[in-house]
């Protein structure tokens, strides 16, 4: 059986940027005493909120740093959030540690996001 521990992040406040990094696994160490594994992580859930009286939208990309390429979206692509609401999605998304999944909102600090998930020790 697994190791892995069910961690959270969030919520926190999207941004108006689309190349946001929002969750990233951490990266092995080094060091004489052996250092540890990278790690990863298993999404399992993720919830947008949007505070606002107004729809607003997101989008969210896996990939490298800082990038929204296309043809790597994968959870929304301009996807609509009602006013006062939220939109779940349900899953299983692995984030290994050269992943990142990036993304923003149409409009600053309207919609903020939080999600649960496993996190493990690579290798």
């Known amino acids: 059986m697994a190791a892995n521990k069910v961690f959270r992040f969030g919520p926190v406040a999207m941004s108006n940027t689309l190349t946001t990094n929002i969750l990233n696994p951490p990266t092995a160490t080094g060091g004489t005493n052996g250092g540890s ?17 107004g729809a607003v939208t997101f989008s969210l990309w896996l990939g490298a740093t800082g990038a929204n390429a ?16 939220y939109v779940d999605w349900f899953g299983l998304l692995r984030l290994d540690s050269a992943d990142f999944l990036v993304g923003g909102a149409s409009a600053a600090t309207s919609l903020s996001i939080q999600g649960e998930g496993e996190i493990g020790v690579s290798g």
């Open 70 to 85: 296309a043809g790597t979206e994968v959870i929304g692509n301009a996807l609509s959030v009602a006013a006062n609401s």
């Open 37 to 53: 594994s990278a790690q990863y992580i298993v999404l399992k859930h993720i919830r947008v909120v949007n505070k606002t009286g």
